[in-house]
């Protein structure tokens, strides 16, 4: 079985349409995997999913063919191979698309590779030629998923209380209520894609984004149909020396890109795991370009948390104590806003007091965080209870992006405290402009603005200068050291 499969009329069976307007089925058989020996036969209907079961006597050479399909039936085109969950044994045959009349799987695409190019406990992704010759990603939902995550979520909350009734220090039922709150919302596709379309507006300006393009005439609920993007994920060092891509670059606009997010907008992807952020040099032009990708998961911000959440940034990069504890305090955190300022910014509270642009993250820092962070879980639960909903899923992304950012090696530059503090100027800016209908007061409020970005381009020149001076200094050490042979 060759690694792309030539979908040729006759290959799949005409089926009937059931349900109205633009809805999807998938048919699925049941194989080896489900337990029944080779040769068996048999079929039926699931009503819980409307999933067809159909007969087959195809033996274990076909099931094994169409476990592969449907393996590359769905998924997210970035989601990590790492976070497959293997215990999903129905795998998908013919797939069909109903549109005003019945289509089977060869009257929508040339062909489509066997090989997923990744699965997620959600849904799997397949790479498709369309008719018309568009390279696209298909995103499936697993079966069943939609009817196990409620029970899921139930063993989870069972869970958590059975962990409070014997550790009643910690409260972790915000975890439950997150769940019950975002899973329906990953589990609809066309939120994704409404997602999806409403960030790549809203980033436009950001000639580096690529935000793959959704074919609507094509998805549903359970089934997304996006232009395919090829790229490497953003933790791989090796492909990005190979590409010559510029790892500096990509940590600079990855910082830019959230700190417009969260700061400016309030909407913020929330799931940035290496697998769904993926970089390239686009074909035509060779600049560097940041493909995002997975949009099921986003977190939309409140103006008073968003407004907040800037002025603590703006306290934290700018070594304003006072201030930290004053906006800690506004989010929730009260008498644990150290604790809180060391969650948010992974530094130790003896480097926020020195201030977090100031020195850069050491070994002996991190080996203290990580050594120190069990003594305080009872402290970490109780916050995490108390501050708004909304930090939760903004602690999560943070961590994600730090992850990245060591796996880059770029983790707490001063130039990427220096990009978050322009968002949070002009977010401020933008929000005292809205209050205020006097001309005059724009004006004044505009020239601050002008004012405070000045003082920020000036202490990155400064910044760059002593790091060049430095450069100057090692250099002519060096030359001092190790002489040129006469």
């Given amino acids: 079985m060759t690694s792309k499969t030539s979908l040729q009329r006759g290959a799949w069976p005409n089926l009937a349409a059931r349900g109205e307007g633009l809805s999807s089925q998938l048919f699925f058989q049941k194989n080896l995997l489900l337990g029944a020996p080779s040769g068996v036969t048999g079929g039926g209907f699931d009503p819980s999913t409307n999933i067809r079961l159909a007969p087959t006597s195809s033996g274990p050479v076909l099931s094994a063919r169409n476990i592969s399909i449907c393996e590359s039936l769905g998924g997210t085109r970035g989601t990590s191979v790492r976070r497959l969950v293997s215990r999903v044994r129905l795998f998908a045959t013919p797939w069909t698309v109903v549109h005003q009349a019945p289509l ?16 997620a406990s959600l849904a799997q992704v397949h790479k498709a030629v369309l008719r018309d010759g568009r390279t696209v990603a298909v995103k499936v939902q697993h079966p069943k998923v939609q009817a196990q995550s409620s029970k899921d979520i139930l063993l989870m909350e069972v869970l958590v209380l059975a962990v409070k009734q014997l550790f009643p220090e910690f409260e972790f039922m915000w975890l439950v209520d997150e769940a019950k709150k975002n899973l329906p919302l990953e589990l609809d596709f066309l939120n994704e ?28 609920k359970r089934v997304l149909l996006m232009e395919f993007v090829d790229g490497g994920q953003v933790n791989d060092r090796h492909y990005m020396e190979r590409n010559k891509i510029d790892v500096n670059e990509i940590s600079r606009h990855l910082g830019r890109m959230y700190s417009e997010m969260i700061f400016v907008n309030g909407f913020v992807h929330c799931d940035p795991h290496p697998g769904n952020v993926l970089v390239r040099k686009q074909p035509d032009t060779g600049k560097v370009e940041i493909v995002l990708l997975d949009h099921g998961l986003y977190q939309a911000l409140t103006e008073e948390f968003r407004l907040d959440y800037c002025r603590l940034w703006q306290s934290l990069i700018w070594t304003n104590m006072q201030s930290v504890r004053k906006y800690s ?115 004044r409020i505009s020239l601050r603005e002008a004012f405070s970005l000045w003082k920020i381009n000036l202490h990155e020149l400064v910044l760059h200068v002593k790091g060049l001076r430095l450069t100057g200094w090692v250099w002519a050490l060096l030359c001092w050291l190790l002489p040129a042979p006469h």
């Fill in 193 to 220: 894609g409404r997602n999806a379309e409403k960030v790549a507006q809203m980033l436009k300006h950001f000639d580096f984004l690529k935000v793959p393009r959704i074919y609507w005439e094509l998805s549903t």
């Fill in 104 to 119: 089977s799987i060869h009257d929508l695409f040339l062909s489509f590779d066997d090989t997923p190019l990744g699965a």
């Fill in 329 to 443: 305090q506004r989010l929730g955190a009260g008498d644990l806003y150290p604790l809180f300022a060391c969650m948010l910014t992974a530094r130790s509270w003896d480097a926020v007091n020195r201030g977090i642009g100031q020195t850069s993250v050491t070994a002996t820092e991190d080996s203290e965080i990580r050594n120190h962070a069990a003594n305080y879980l009872p402290q970490i639960s109780q916050l995490l209870n108390r501050v708004p909903r909304q930090m939760l899923l903004i602690f999560k992304t943070n961590d994600l992006l730090r992850g990245i950012e060591a796996a880059l090696g770029t983790r707490a530059s001063a130039s990427s405290f220096l990009n978050m503090s322009r968002c949070c100027i002009r977010a401020l800016a933008a929000h005292k402009k809205q209050k205020t209908h006097s001309l005059f007061r724009r004006a």
